[in-house]
C-alpha cells in the first residue's frame, strides 16, 4: 500500500507556529490533489487546506490569513505553515492524496498516519 509520511507535529503554545510536511511517493504525487484534514476528539474530520497540482489551493474560514499550504515538485512533498495558533487547533492532523476516477465513478484517496498538534499553555 502507498503510504505518506508527516512529520512536524508537536506541543506548542497560543500564538506559536509549526511546520507539517508530507512526502508522497511521486508517481502519488504528480497526479493527485494534496491536503491537509484534522479531527479533534468526538467531532468529524475537516478539510483544512488543499492544494491541486496547478498550484491553486483552498482553506477553511478559521485558518485563512494563519496557515499556508505549498508544494515543493522537487521533493514530492506537500507543507503546511501554521502561524498564531489557538487552542482550537488542536486536532490530529491528517496528510491526504485524492484522485477521481471518473469512469468508475469513485473517488481514490491516500492518507498518512496523522500526527498530533496540541497547542495550549
Known amino acids: 500500500q502507498v503510504q505518506l509520511v508527516e512529520s512536524g507535529g508537536g506541543l506548542v503554545q497560543p500564538g506559536g507556529s509549526l511546520r507539517l510536511s508530507c512526502r508522497a511517493p511521486a508517481s502519488i504525487f504528480s497526479i493527485y490533489a494534496m491536503n491537509w484534514y484534522r479531527q479533534a476528539p468526538g467531532k468529524q474530520r475537516e478539510l483544512v487546506a488543499g492544494?491541486?497540482?496547478?498550484?491553486?489551493?483552498q482553506y477553511t474560514d478559521s485558518v485563512k490569513g494563519r496557515f499556508t499550504i505549498s508544494r515543493d515538485n522537487a521533493k514530492n512533498t506537500v507543507y503546511l505553515q501554521m502561524n498564531s495558533l489557538k487552542p482550537e487547533d488542536t486536532a490530529v492532523y491528517f496528510c491526504?492524496?485524492?484522485?477521481?476516477?471518473?469512469?468508475?465513478?469513485?473517488?481514490?484517496?491516500?492518507w498518512g498516519q496523522g500526527t498530533q498538534v496540541t497547542v495550549s499553555s
Open positions: 491526504n492524496a485524492k484522485k477521481y476516477d471518473g469512469i468508475r465513478s469513485s473517488w481514490y484517496d491516500y
Open positions: 492544494i491541486f497540482s496547478g498550484g491553486s489551493t
